[in-house]
């Protein structure tokens, strides 16, 4: 028996966190669902009470690639509006599926169909594959009886989620690799180049300038302690890691990220996008609002913004309505909370959720190009101040030799 520590989300919708001894996370699944808990985190601790990380939010809700998950979905789609028995139809899964998780993951959902347990409660055995957003929209099909609508639905969901976070990717993908090279050159010249160039200028008998002296500075320290360098950097690393997986080390990162010049507005709009997206297509699907707030607090992806939610979610559930809490909330710009009082207005607010979420990811492709354009002059500017750096600290004794030689 080992001793794990979990929050989960009651009846209320509200979080709460307690310990359970059980011989393994997924018994503690069950346990937690038979008394109604949705599971959000579920932490072992050993002996010691070092805590081992098993959480599914971690991993954020998939251990399969998003592009299997859609193709999986797609597939369940096809056959399930073509009618075919959903014991066949995971059967077809399990012999179409590549991923390796997901064709046991099918597998083991079969069998408890077979078993008598709905789609829902099969799936939510499987919490590192299907997220709580996709676990709400199939509860939410099985109950309104349109799950092919459903996972029509899903689709568009997770191919949006896709979508955006290969947006910022590419965002980020550019400058990461200028930066790599940047201090690899930086290693290189430091450690090979200048110090032969300091072996000739020192047999010459020439004083060196101040940046070749900085430059063998810098190699010195290099050569002679690069393993606490190295150990710090691979500490530092770990220490980060671990930190940023704790509640408050979460929070800290994703509100840096909000904060970050250039990058804190598009992860902002990537946020609001994400958030109108999936609140539109649940509530077109009939999930309650306080179910969609609750899954939309889960799955915003940014610890910080969730934060707001869950004050604007006992707001709502006071009888505030929605575009009054939000309004206070920090992190949500003023178009969305606007939109959403027009919704609440006209009774409308699953379209104006729509329009937001389309009109965000226009900011974001906007944000992306506009990312680009401006981190371009900054790493020329970076590339620009170590090839000086490194030609003042050659060029500017080899000057004085040649200046001796005649």
Do not use: C
């Not at 347990?117 to 997220?131: I, W």
């Not at 006992?314 to 309004?327: F, H, T």
């Amino acid at each position: 028996m080992a001793n794990y520590v979990y929050s989960a989300i009651n009846e209320m919708g509200k979080t709460i966190t307690d310990s359970i001894e059980a011989e393994s996370e997924e018994i503690v699944n069950s346990m937690l669902a038979a008394r109604n808990l949705i599971p959000v985190r579920i932490v072992r601790q050993d002996k010691s009470g070092f805590s081992l990380s098993s959480l599914s939010s971690l991993r954020f809700g998939a251990s399969v690639k998003t592009k299997d998950l859609i193709l999986f979905t797609k597939q369940f789609r096809s056959m399930i509006q073509a009618g075919v028995p959903i014991i066949r139809l995971m059967q077809v899964l399990v012999s179409q599926t590549q991923d390796k998780t997901l064709k046991k993951v099918a597998t083991e959902i079969s069998q408890d169909i077979k078993g008598g347990m709905t789609l829902y409660a099969a799936m939510k055995k499987h919490p590192s594959v299907f997220s709580p957003l996709y676990l709400s929209m199939i509860n939410a099909g099985e109950i309104s009886g349109s799950v092919p609508e459903i996972l029509e639905r899903l689709i568009d969901i997770v191919e949006h989620e896709a979508k955006i976070k290969k947006d910022i990717k590419s965002a980020l993908q550019y400058p990461i690799i200028v930066v790599i090279a940047l201090v690899i050159a930086f290693v290189v010249l430091l450690t090979f180049v200048i110090p032969k160039f300091v072996a000739i200028f020192a047999k010459a008998g020439i004083a060196l300038p101040l940046p070749t002296k900085i430059a063998m500075i810098m190699y010195q320290g290099l050569a002679n302690y690069w393993h606490i360098l190295l150990g710090g950097i691979i500490a530092l690393v770990v220490f980060l890691r671990y930190y940023i997986k704790t509640p408050v080390g979460r929070y800290t990162f994703d509100t840096f990220l909000l904060k970050m010049p250039l990058f804190g507005s598009l992860f902002q709009k990537a946020a609001m996008s994400r958030f109108a997206a999936i609140f539109a297509i649940m509530q077109a699907s009939g999930v309650p609002v306080m179910r969609t707030m609750e899954v939309v607090s889960d799955t915003i992806g940014n610890t910080a913004i969730s934060r707001e939610f869950d004050n604007v979610r006992d707001k709502i559930q006071e009888g505030q309505g929605i575009s009054g809490p939000l309004r206070s909330a920090k992190h949500f710009t003023p178009m969305v909370v606007d939109m959403v009082a027009i919704g609440e207005e006209s009774g409308n607010i699953e379209e104006m959720m729509r329009q937001v979420s389309l009109h965000y990811d226009d900011e974001v492709q906007y944000a992306v190009k506009g990312l680009a354009d401006s981190i371009g002059p900054i790493l020329m500017v970076g590339l620009a101040a170590v090839v000086g750096f490194f030609a003042l600290a050659i060029f500017m004794p080899m000057w004085d030799l040649t200046k001796m030689v005649k």
